[in-house]
Nanobody, 120 residues
Framework: QVQLVESGGGLVQAGGSLRLSCAAS????????MGWYRQAPGKQRELAAT???????NYADFVKGRFTISRDNAKNTVYLQMNSLKPEDTGVYYC??????????????WGQGTQVTVSS
């Protein structure tokens, strides 16, 4: 089994910053990709950023230029640096670990989420 534990969420004012951390129970190098997703109140979960095993990075449009995803393989930890936060960034942020199995079918693991609240 895989355990992902998020931390670093909190309450900040618009324009502020937070750094989220996701600690995995095993080597994150064993996963094809790690990512961060947000779920705003009343909305479905959506991708914010991903980072692959070979360090390829993809950002959703709503975070480009503001958020940075990174990882520390030695610490089995993925980070999301969140700058220039907006009230619409408010939501629960979930860490995701994706492992591709047969026929590239994804097997996803999720953390419990960490709350981010941005006030205006």
């Amino acid at each position: 089994q895989v355990q992902l534990v998020e931390s670093g969420g909190g309450l900040v004012q618009a324009g502020g910053s937070l750094r989220l951390s996701c600690a995995a129970s095993r080597s994150i190098f064993s996963f094809n990709a790690m990512g961060w997703y947000r779920q705003a109140p009343g909305k479905q979960r959506e991708l914010a950023a991903t980072i692959t095993r070979d360090n390829s990075i993809n950002y959703a449009d709503f975070v480009k230029g503001r958020f940075t995803i990174s990882r520390d393989n030695a610490k089995n930890t993925v980070y999301l640096q969140m700058n220039s936060l907006k009230p619409e960034d408010t939501g629960v942020y979930y860490c995701n670990a994706r492992h591709l199995v047969s026929d590239y079918v994804p097997r996803d693991y999720w953390g419990q989420g960490t709350q981010v609240t941005v006030s205006s």
